[in-house]
């Protein structure tokens, strides 16, 4: 019960407790019925009339119960009509109360008269007078009447004292009485207002609203409540702009007739003002939150659940904020349960530390398919005004493209760094103003100098044989000169006493422009070709001595050409040999020449520059230029060929045991893409261990693998089996001419479905640059099975193929078995 007095204590005022307090001492029984609760607050008296409990708040039907049953139903239905009535409903009735075995049944004068609350709910107040006795009634009437007219002393008392300004309108005119001081002070004209007309106190309300509500209330019986409404009052000549709490109450008469209306004004302008200033901070840092190109968000801490979300986050994630807002973290990102946020986010609700991450890799999930954004993550506890954790305030700052820009250039950068290492060339960069070199360690290295050291251009140049130093200094200044292309190209050598080795670099440079276009820096690279160099001279004096060889045995073949005519052709096929050599000892030094290799990485630099630059201009000049690219990768590999056939000519001692079928499944993984695309279907069984060199023989079979592929059946699945058996010398075919002797070979046939060819041809695609295809219908440069030949040949065997047109080829391999 006492939860349900607080409730009636809130929403009535002092004067009506007074009141209560006044009617009980003069015998007059007061309730009040709550329409919600049906429940009724009663007095002493009132307890005391119709034998009931203790309790002064009673169910109503607890009062009923204690009424004659027909007098009952007849107050019920007035209780009803009270709260269905729109406008006041009041009542008076005779009841009479029940009696027992100890008490006589009574007559009471029951009053009610419903009334608003200021908490703007709907009562019924009323009052029992036991009207038994005329005396006793009589009696009581004017007890009534005098605890009334002082119940009216104290409410004025009351009204006087109270902070809020508080007068009666009374009639339609709304003459002003019982204003108190606090309403005299607002109205500003002093205490003669009282007996005026409200629109004679205040004309300036004639422009405003509060009359025509005024005469709504009076006709109504509604009560009319507003709050913070400006009211514009004239004071001492000046027009003032203050707000109020507003309350418009009817008062009834005996009749039940509104006859007057009670006004309450609370100033509450400084409470206005700051309410409408926050209201606009807020308005304020809602269009901030809307606008922030930062992600921002709230997570409450039950169930993690979404609580506000700004449209930047909504992209952030790929939603849209109003369909994330009220729902759980992982109902909307399910993505990320695996990914640890939750446990983070419940760590920071449970802790209250900050958590706050770089560059944090997040997996989200747009239209379905999973994407990786990198964001800068702060989770901060959100508090109540106790300080209470009720959730994680989210922001996130989208560096997606930031960091994959950084990837890619680190990943760019560690592609060249690894390129530049593959390649043994040395880097460097010349400040131009300062003399200061910064170089790698390798261009340290073969300049002598230590790795912490400091390198100028001066110990640069000190590390040059002194016969090449004044062309490098030349060629330095012609690369920075103003008509210059800024291109720095040259050899020289290293002086061997200062380097420890004399050799020959080959550098590159570029000349790089400040924004004065003035010469800034020159950067390039350096390649050790010393090795390549004296290759070359090698080969050069050899070519020259085979030919002066030549010369010499011509001479002397002419001479006795006319005497040993048998002996002469013997001679002239061994000329043939030699020169067949010569040539290709020059065909060799050519191609391992760097000057042929250094034109075409030009060739091929440069025209890559041209299509990426100017091929919007070039027409169909572009055709040209695509075409000069096609030959220059047509002639970077033949070079690359040629290299590889030069190499596997330096036969070595064989040295190492070999597994082919190791050597055949290393070939099949790297051929692994290749055989994917075409589908083919390659088996190897029952191939032999042998004597040899593993990486020859993994070029050998690459080579006759790939040769397969390429020249497959377009319509047709790849087919390619590689089997191996031993078979004496007898068998050895008659085109197989080894190289070595032996009782038995090893007979490896790598045989396939593809497109064959004439068996006239079998001996010539051996040969070097010997092609049966246009390069428009196969591409290849005619050196890989020359590479096999010669493969085979190191190995003391031999290779031989037999093909028909249309139904593959099978190309077999004899090596040694003892």
Known sequence: MASQANSFDTDDTLEIKRLDLALESAGIGTWELDFQTRQIRVCRRTINLFKLNESDIIDVQTLIDQIDPEDGRTLNNEILNALNQGAPWSFSLKLRTLGDADTISRYVLCKGQSHMSSANTKRLLGSFIDISNEEDNVTAQRLAKKALEESEAKLRTVIESAPAAIGLFVGRDLVVEMPNQAFIDIVGKGPNIVGMPLREVMPELENQAFLKILDDVYTSGVTFQSYGTQVNIMQQGVMTHNKYDI?????????GNVYAILDIAIEVTDRVNIEQQIKQSQMQLLELFEQSPVGIATIHKDNLTFTMANPFYGRLIGRKPETIVGK???????????????ELLQEVIDTGVPYVSKEQPVDIAFDGVLETIYVDMAYQPQRDREGNIIGVFVVATDLTEQVLSRKKIEETETFFRGAIELAELGTYSIDINTGIVDCSHRFKQWFGLQSEEKTTYEMFLAAISEADRAEVIAAGERAVGPDSDGLLNLEYTLDAEKTGIARILHAQGKVLYDKNNKPATIIGTTQDVTIQRRIQLALESQVQQRTEQLEAMNEELAALNEQYVATNEELSDSNNMLQQSNVNLQQFAYVASHDLQEPLRKIQSFSDLLA???????????????????????MSDLIEDLLAFSRITEHKDVVESVSLSTVVSEVLNDLELLIMETSAVITAKQLPEIQGDKMQLSQLFLNLISNALKFRKPDLTPVIN??????????????????????????????????????????RIFQLFQRLHGRSQYSGTGIGLAICERVAANHGGAITVTSTPGEGATFSIFLPAQ
């Open 612 to 634: 990426k630059r100017y091929s919007t201009h070039l027409g169909d000049g572009i055709n040209y230029l695509q075409r000069m690219q096609s030959s220059a990768r047509r």
């Open 722 to 763: 590689v089997t191996g058996k031993i078979i004496p010398i007898s068998e050895l075919p008659s085109s197989a001419n080894v190289t070595r002797s032996a009782y038995t070979y090893h007979q490896i046939d790598v045989s396939d479905n593809g497109i064959g060819f004439d068996q006239q041809y079998a001996d």
């Open 247 to 255: 309350t418009y109450s009817p008062v009834y008469d005996s009749e």
């Open 328 to 342: 759980p973290l992982l109902e909307v990102l399910p993505e990320i349960s695996d990914q640890g946020f939750v």
